[in-house]
Every structure is written in C-alpha cells, then in structure tokens.
C-alpha cells in the first residue's frame, strides 16, 4: 500500500503540471491572436456597377427543427446620407452560399406622418431569442421630407417587430420610455443586445432632451414574452459633453462581465463594464496594449465574442486614409486583452480593405461604418458590411467569414 502512494506522487504532479501547461497554452494563444485561423471576404451582391446599392445588412442565425440553422438577414437600399428604402428581408439555408432575393418586411415601410413628412423605420437589428423560438427585429424611427433626412427631426424612439418561428411577422410596435430625458430621441438601432438565459433583454441605448444637444448612453433591461417587450429596468447613465457626446453603444458578455464599446465624437472610442448589465463603470478611451490610445472618429465598434478570446471590429486613423471622412475605412479587428480591456496591437488583422487613393480621391472610396458581427457556428462567425461610395453611393453587399482556429464554445443560438 505505502509503494502505490509513494508511485501515485509523481502522476499527481504530471496531472498538474500538464494542467498548468494547457492553461498557458491557452492564455498564448489567445493573446496572440491565434484562435483566428483566417478571414475570407465574399461578395453577396455586386452594386458598384449601378443598380440598388444594399446597406445595413444584419443577420442572425435562426436554428431549424430538423437540425442545422438559417441565417436570417434584414437590410435596406441607401440612395444619399441617411436616406434609406424600407427594410427588406432574406434568407440563406447554406451557411451564406446562396441567398434568397430580399423581400420588403411588412409594417417596415414608410408613412405618412404630416403632409409634408413621412415616417419611415431605420436600423434594424434581428436577434433570435431562444425562450419564445422567435425573432425579435428593433430599429428606430426616422422621418423624411421631399424624399430626404432633415436635420429637424420630430421626436425619435425605438420601433420592433417580432418573426414568429413559422416565418410570420407581427404589426410594427413601440418600445415605450417614458423619460424625460429622452423627450427628442433614443435610439437603440444598429445596437449589440443582449438576450438573457431568463428571456429578458438588455439593451443598449442613447438618448437625449429636446434642451440638449450632446447623447447619454445607457442600458435598457426588458421583458419580451415572444410578442411585447417593455422595458423593466433602467441602468445609470455615461456622457461625454462634446459635440454630440456618446453614442450607438454596443453590448456582450464576456466571462463574468457585461461590456460596452461607444461611438463619441472627440476622436475617440470608449469602453465601459458592468458586473450586472445596469451599473456601468466610467467610461474610458480604447487604447492598445502599450497604452497609446486609438484615433477613432464618430464611428461605431462592435464586439466579436469567442470563448476563448474577445475581439473588437473598428476603425481607425491611419496613414493611408487620412482624407476618408471619419477613416471609415479599411475595417479592422483585434483582440482585447479581457484584463485590462486594451487592444493587443499585434493581433490587429484588416476586415475589409481600404480600395481606392484615400489621400488623394477619397470620396470614391467605399465605407464600412455601418457594419454588423455574429456567431455562427463553432467554428465561423461574420461580419458583414454594405459599402457606400460617398462620390455615387453605390457599393458591394459584403460577407467576411472570420473561421477559428477552436471551436467557439458560447451559446450558438
């Protein structure tokens, strides 16, 4: 007996020792930015040659009955800065290889709101909640005059509707905040949500006053029974006093944590954390590992999520496209160190490339502001981009499949 203890020692120390290798192994890895096996860009409609020009592409996977899963997009038509067509709908049963022609989502077109006015419905985000098996799509309100955006905007404020799981979609509702401080807009489209194991969903969000002119940022914590959400809580409240202060939050979970990435309008982007999704730490500029902080201008972030790694997909200044407006191009993506919630400078890897002379012809160089980040299956996730030329305002429809080196162990669906 006292031999096989003595002989036991050492296996429980190979045990550990193997044990802390993986471990470091995996903290590598991930720090360097290995999990990320490859990016492959594909073209889903081509619309730099004239005809409609596709934007705002955002997709969800929805998980079929007899196995597997569709992605589901929503997407509309840009004709000018922020003047978009009604949202339209397409589907895809092969992973993205082929997609279904869009289709206009009922209760998302235009209205008339006065007689000179339309209202229509922008920035739909779809997100597939898995207690009720349906898909709930948010946006916003926008309002048109002569057939285009105007600054003087009437009151602003989030607008759903829900696809029910045979592929029916429901009447177009509100989303009701009844806050003063919100009285000139909140807006939560173009936003990461997050769809809690309960069913309830935390919602980013940015609003302000008809008395001012600079956005708070918060999160929205909501019920959603498969066919109202109403919003139960309300988180505390970031701002950035200039020009138009804080902006298109974006949330995720990673490990323990609740994190917001945030548009602002001082050159740079901002990051913030929460232990419950409601009580946000203050916000502070993205910076990279060495400390120096990002040039960012007014453009969103989103969050790429792995578990084993937690991405950031931006853009930035950089020296070929100091004369893009905002540096809305090229789209990159790096890792963020999960401690200290900077970038590690050495994983950055370019999305979509910058095409075209950014210093000396920049308006005929595509942007990728407004783009949009999903998991798809354990092993590829998306992100994907409508480009806009600001000379013409046509682009390509764009698909980038970022494929893993590990499988992505978070919840698919």
């Not at 509309?76 to 279904?100: C, F, K, M, N």
Request: a positive charge; proline letters at 6%; hydrophobic letters at 35%.
């Amino acid at each position: 007996m006292g031999y096989r203890k003595r002989e036991a020692a050492p296996f429980i120390i190979i045990v550990i020792v193997l044990f802390i290798l993986i471990r470091l192994e995996m903290t590598v890895t991930s720090k360097s930015g290995g999990i990320l096996r490859s990016i492959e860009i594909e073209t889903i409609h081509r619309g730099r040659d004239g005809g409609l020009t596709w934007f705002l592409p955002r997709i969800c996977m929805v998980p079929r009955a007899n196995g597997g899963s569709t992605a589901l997009m929503t997407l509309q038509t840009i004709a000018g800065s922020d003047y978009y067509g009604p949202v339209h709908w397409r589907e895809s049963q092969d992973l993205g290889r082929t997609w279904t022609p869009p289709l206009p989502v009922p209760g998302l077109g235009r209205r008339p709101f006065t007689a000179e006015i339309e209202e229509a419905v922008s920035d739909i985000m779809p997100l597939y909640h898995p207690k009720t098996g349906s898909v709930l799509a948010i946006g916003e309100i926008i309002y048109y005059r002569d057939g285009r955006y105007f600054p003087e905007q009437p009151p602003r404020f989030p607008v759903y509707i829900v696809r029910d799981a045979k592929g029916s979609w429901s009447e177009r509702k509100r989303l009701d905040w009844d806050d003063p401080r919100a009285n000139a807009i909140y807006a939560i489209g173009s936003s990461q949500s997050v769809i809690l194991d309960s069913g309830d969903v935390l919602i980013p969000v940015s609003f302000r006053s008809r008395d001012r002119d600079d956005f708070g940022v918060t999160s929205l914590l909501c019920s959603f029974d498969g066919r109202e959400l109403k919003v139960k809580r309300v988180g505390t409240t970031l701002q950035n006093r200039v020009k138009r202060g804080l902006l298109e939050p974006q949330l995720t979970v990673y490990g323990n944590r609740y994190l917001m990435t945030i548009r602002a309008e001082d050159g740079f982007g901002y990051v913030s954390t929460s232990d419950n999704g409601l009580d946000w730490s203050p916000a502070r500029q993205w910076s990279w590992d060495d400390g120096q902080p990002l040039a960012m201008s007014t453009t969103q972030q989103h969050w790429l999520t792995h578990s084993a790694g937690l991405f950031l997909s931006y853009t930035r200044k950089g020296v070929e496209n100091a004369n893009v407006m905002r540096w809305r191009a090229p789209l990159y993506l790096a890792e963020v160190d999960p401690v200290t919630l900077r970038l590690v400078r050495k994983t950055e890897r370019v999305v979509f490339p910058l095409i075209g002379d950014g210093i000396n012809d920049p308006t005929h160089v595509a942007h990728y502001g407004n783009f949009h980040v999903n998991n798809v299956n354990e092993r590829e996730s998306w992100i994907s981009a409508g480009e806009v030329i600001p000379a013409n305002f046509r682009g390509d429809l764009l698909l980038a499949r970022i494929r893993w080196s590990r499988p992505n162990r978070l919840r698919q669906f």
